[in-house]
């Protein structure tokens, strides 16, 4: 059976540090991979997703950015983290589009 | 205003009681999807439907495309059943999502 792993839990960065958070899916091929983010109190919105390795499609200009280095290992980054940058993080993953998606357990961020 | 909007926003009722979420959408789409996202924020997708009914226990999910309009029922509601429901749209390309900001359901005993 197919499994995501979402790494960490929580985290909590201080402004301007780096940030990499990291979802590597088991037990399929060629997923497309999405990362998304839910700020408090608000929905959630798609950052980034990816159909293949090294292609990267990003939906809202930000402050991050999105690297798939591997088939099934999708990362999300950021050079100087922004107090705006605090939320929930989820990485997702379906077998192609127009499928339904598997969500990993999230990553809560928070910015000081 | 939101490509999905979904209605009520909150909302309290009985165990045992029928509950109805609703999402309307303006925008062409491919698939509406429901999401269930619990407490400590995980999210498990229950239906994706382009056309009319889905069934799964005691949740139907149902969809007009002419009306653009979806409801998630459920059936003799159970306090387990919690949690933010999201409702949200596909379009064209089927990876662009359009989220509702959820419904926050809580059943009590």
């Known amino acids: 059976s197919q499994t995501i792993h979402q790494w960490p839990a929580t985290l909590v960065q201080p402004v301007g540090s780096p940030l990499s958070l990291e979802c590597t899916v088991e037990?399929?091929?060629?997923?497309?991979l999405y990362w998304y983010r839910q700020a408090a109190g608000r929905g959630l919105q798609l950052l980034f997703y990816?159909?293949?390795?090294?292609?990267i499609s990003s939906e809202v200009p930000q402050n991050l950015s999105a690297s798939r280095p591997q088939d099934r290992q999708f990362i999300l980054s950021s050079k100087k983290l922004l107090l705006s940058d605090s939320g929930f993080y989820l990485c997702?993953?379906?077998?192609?589009?127009?499928?339904?998606?598997?969500f990993g357990d999230g990553t809560r961020l928070s910015i000081l | 205003k939101n490509e999905v909007e979904q209605s009520p926003q909150n909302l309290t009722a009985q165990e045992g009681e029928f509950i109805t979420i609703n999402c309307s959408y303006s925008?062409?789409?491919?698939?509406l999807h429901w999401l269930q996202q619990h407490p400590g924020g995980g999210i498990v997708s229950l239906f994706m439907l382009s056309s009319g009914k889905k069934k799964h226990g005691r949740l139907i999910a149902t969809i007009n495309i002419q009306e653009k309009h979806s409801s998630l029922h459920i059936t003799a509601s159970h306090p387990r059943d919690s949690a933010v429901y999201i409702c949200?749209?596909?379009?064209?390309?089927?990876?662009?999502?359009?989220f509702g900001t959820g419904t926050s359901l809580t059943v009590i005993p």
């Open positions: 949200a749209a596909t379009r064209n390309t089927g990876n662009q999502f359009y």
């Open positions: 990816s159909v293949g390795i090294g292609q």
């Open positions: 037990g399929t091929s060629n997923p497309n």
């Open positions: 997702a993953w379906s077998r192609g589009a127009h499928q339904p998606q598997h």
């Open positions: 925008v062409g789409i491919s698939a």
